[in-house]
């Protein structure tokens, strides 16, 4: 009994950086642009925020520097594809790159480095339930956040004025322009606003996760965050729910190497990643489904007034 | 009375071509001014300024006697200028009602705007479900839509562009009803068209543009086809010469075929029956949206899902035969899409030739370089293309020029069964002529022709027999000489005697087409 409240708080503890990344992830894409540099963002934030961790000692200012570090790249990475038409998919990969370059250069120093264990936040009466709390309510409050973040997105795409329109610019950029939104700063908006969740995710991992700095450390949660918004077709509840299901199988697969399965590690390394497409894929496989929830305009440049 | 929207010598010059050149019109209050034009006169350069969309070179606009400088489509609206666009620019996945809101400033909520959108349905005649998904409504709701979006904004005129080629003619009808009491209202109306016929029909004033330049502004009412048309083109269409058909053998026999959708946004064919005969031209009339592309694409071989003896090219099935093995049996297709399908947009014509002519095509698969362009260049003298030359890519082309082209890539194989879809679509008058032309030249020497069309009258002035399509079933054929416009447009909503109920099965482009009725 106490050893399943442990393996699920490991796993929300474990999905919860998957998910704020493929959150920032979906709002960027909701947009219609994608942001393949998220593994990038990701690592540069991971560092930034271990540094501003070990340095100031304050989980605050960690997670403000992750996401804003993160914020910072997708900016650049917006400004050159947004209004000077690089191409995103090349764009992205190159920030990629640089992120993976750059965070293990900068990061040399703090490989010798540790933070503290993180203990959770005990939330009052709720934590001290028998067994529901220490499953789910004596996390980081970081955790807590995640969800709130995906019940807000959810709100706001289907419920408020504002998403309506991120979800119009999505589906026709051309005909958003023609009803005069401004569609260029909006998408930029939702590409630094992805960037700074995916920057907090790179920083939870550093920071709460692991707690230390490793070169090459967010090991394609990037790239997995990115597919986790596809599969999960742009729907905030299905991307916490493929989050969580990444995070689940993670600890299973050590607990499984653990207990000494017979079987190679690198199999047992791989079975979230695979499991998470796989079940996603099944999950959405309809194309009605794809095609009603897809922005139309993913990945297109868009010229306005031509 | 001050006039509405004047506009003073507005010019607009583009690296190859000046769209506007002084060009001037003055529109009243309560006004149904139409702009007569061929495609390339300047039409859309002239309402896209007017809109904000394009700023002139020179010119002066003067709104309700102010000059004004209308910078972007936002200033536009905030004037009170509202405008419907040819190509919807709705969102596919939104509802009817959110469409409506975003056209709309934030003050008001979604409740709101679905009540005013029934108000005003109500008020001017126009059926809208607020709460039904755009990609659910037929091509006359989804215009409606747009109707609605711009008369909730309240506008002092608005612009509609060529809003009647996707109408059947009694939704045509119903169109200009709403028009007319919205300029009774105050409301002035500049109405874009080719279409000879509407505007005299219902404009009050007419300026005829030709080339970019005012070549006359008149009174439609009191002009006749032929005087508009000088004006429009600076001459009369040739007519075309017609000879009694010699009818052959079938070429193409189409047999109960049933094709369910391939999703939502399609339509369901059922039990579709289609002859075509050697030396005749048959049309398929028919609002488009009702299953001419999924027909199309059984046809033509992209959708290979027929079931097996449904459809037979010279009494041989090919029902699920690629394009290739129908096209070495003689079928040639011309498709609707003239970029992306009819031709590869950043290719060479030249290299665009290969697509379906590939006598070029040595030993080995090698290609006979010289050869290609040489039939390129053919092509463009024996069809009078407008390119650079047999190197110039095909996205570089005009529409017409494109299609004229590609048109003539297919004539020109000498093909027993030619399926054209929308063969002058954005083709100027002059060149839809020769096109025209070319078909009726090919049916006379043999061929079966198969042509799809949203244009009734150029159904009318080509086919020997016509057929319509409605919510992915097939009428009757008719005799083209015994039919009319009005028996066909009751046709193109689906209302063909033995017509069954609507299907159950294909809940998309439905009884919309009934209420246009």
Redesign the interface.
């Known amino acids: 009994m106490n050893e399943l409240a442990v393996i699920i708080a490991s796993t929300l503890n474990a999905g919860t950086a998957l998910a704020l990344a493929a959150l920032g992830l979906l709002i960027n894409e909701r947009s219609g642009i994608v942001n393949l540099g998220a593994e990038g963002m990701m690592l540069v934030a991971a560092i930034a925020g271990f540094a501003t961790g070990v340095q100031t000692g304050s989980d605050s200012l960690a997670f403000v520097a992750g996401a804003a570090t993160g914020a910072f790249m997708a900016l650049c990475f917006g400004v050159m594809v947004i209004w000077l038409n690089t191409n995103q998919y090349a764009t992205g990969l190159a920030l990629s790159l640089f992120g993976t370059g750059f965070s293990a250069f900068v990061g040399v120093k703090y490989t010798q480095e540790k933070l503290s264990e993180r203990h959770g936040f005990k939330l009052p009466v709720l934590g001290d339930l028998p067994f529901v709390g220490p499953a789910f309510f004596r996390q980081h409050p970081m955790v807590y956040i995640a969800v709130a973040l995906a019940v807000a997105l959810g709100w706001f795409l289907y419920r408020s004025?504002r998403g309506?329109?991120l979800?119009?610019i999505g589906?026709?950029p051309?005909?958003?322009?023609?009803?005069?939104?401004p569609v260029r700063r909006i998408r930029l908006l939702a590409v630094v606003t992805g960037g700074a969740l995916c920057g907090l995710a790179g920083a939870y991992l550093s920071v709460v996760y692991t707690p230390l700095w490793v070169e090459g450390m967010v090991a394609g949660r990037g790239w997995i965050a990115l597919a986790l918004t596809t599969f999960a077709t742009w729907r905030p509840a299905r991307v916490l729910f493929g989050a969580y299901l990444f995070g689940g199988v993670t600890m299973l697969q050590f607990f499984l190497q653990g207990e000494g399965v017979q079987i190679a590690s690198q199999w047992l390394t791989m079975l979230p990643y695979v499991a998470t497409i796989v079940v996603l894929v099944l999950m959405s496989r309809k194309?009605?489904f794809i095609?009603?929830?897809m922005p139309?305009s993913l990945g297109k440049p868009f010229f306005p007034?031509s | 009375m001050t006039s509405r929207l004047t506009l003073k010598g507005i010019t607009k010059r583009y690296p190859a071509v000046i769209a506007n050149d002084g060009v001037s019109l003055e529109v009243a209050p309560g006004e149904i001014h139409a702009v007569l034009g061929e495609n390339g006169a300047g039409k859309s350069t002239l309402m896209k300024v007017i809109y904000g969309a394009v700023r002139p070179d020179e010119g002066e606009i003067l709104w309700n006697g102010q000059p004004v400088s209308v910078r972007n489509p936002h200033e536009a609206r905030a004037l009170g200028i509202a405008m419907v666009f040819q190509h919807f620019s709705l969102f596919d996945t939104l509802t009817a009602a959110e469409n409506v809101w975003l056209g709309l400033d934030t003050s008001t909520t979604l409740a709101a705007v679905t009540q005013r959108i029934r108000a005003v349905a109500g008020e001017y005649g126009l059926d809208v479900d607020p709460l039904r998904p755009v990609h659910s409504l037929s091509v006359g709701e989804r215009q409606r839509v747009e109707i609605v979006r711009a008369l909730l904004t309240k506008p002092q005129l608005l612009i509609l562009d060529e809003p009647t080629s996707v109408l059947t003619p009694q939704a045509v009808q119903k169109l200009f009803d709403t028009l007319r009491t919205l300029a009774a209202a105050g409301c002035s109306i500049l109405y874009i068209s080719h279409k000879l016929d509407e505007i005299r029909a219902l404009c009050h004033k007419c300026t005829v543009l030709r080339g970019g330049r005012v070549t006359g502004e008149v009174d439609p009412r009191t002009e006749t086809n032929a005087s508009l048309s000088r004006r429009m083109i600076g001459a009369e269409p040739a007519r075309l010469e017609r000879h009694q058909p010699t009818l052959g053998d079938v070429a193409l026999k189409v047999t109960g075929l049933r094709l369910p959708r391939l999703d939502q946004f399609g339509v369901t064919l059922e039990d579709i029956d289609l002859d075509v005969r050697a030396g005749e031209v048959v049309g398929i009339a028919g609002v488009s949206g009702n299953g001419q592309p999924e027909l199309m694409a059984a046809i033509s071989g992209e959708d290979t899902r027929a079931p097996a003896g449904s459809i037979a090219l010279f009494g041989a099935d090919i029902a699920a035969a690629s394009p290739g093995v129908r096209r070495r049996a003689g079928l040639h297709f011309v498709p609707e899409e003239r970029l992306g399908r009819g031709a590869v947009p950043t290719l060479s014509l030249a290299q665009n030739t290969l697509l379906t002519r590939t006598a070029s095509i040595g030993r080995l698969g090698l290609l006979r370089l010289s050869a290609v362009v040489q039939l390129a260049a053919y092509l463009i003298r024996k069809y009078r293309v407008k390119a650079k030359g047999p190197d110039a890519a095909a996205k570089s082309l005009s529409g017409g020029n494109l299609q004229k082209f590609i048109m003539g890539r297919e004539l020109d194989a000498n093909p027993r069964l030619l399926v054209v879809s929308q063969p002058t679509w954005g083709v100027d008058v002059g060149a839809a002529a020769d096109i025209r032309g070319e078909i009726l030249r090919l049916r006379d020497e043999g061929a079966a022709i198969l042509v799809v069309s949203e244009e009734l009258d150029e159904l009318f002035e080509i086919t020997d027999r016509l057929v319509v399509m409605a919510r992915g079933r097939m009428s009757p054929g008719v005799n083209t000489s015994l039919a009319t416009v009005e028996q066909v447009g009751i046709w193109m909503s689906g209302l063909w005697p033995g017509a069954g109920p609507p299907p159950v099965a294909a809940p998309t482009i439905e009884h919309a087409e009934h209420a246009d009725v």
Do not use: F, K, T
């Open positions: 004025r309506l329109v979800r119009a589906e026709s051309e005909s958003a322009h023609a009803l005069g939104y194309p009605e095609r009603i929830n139309a007034g």
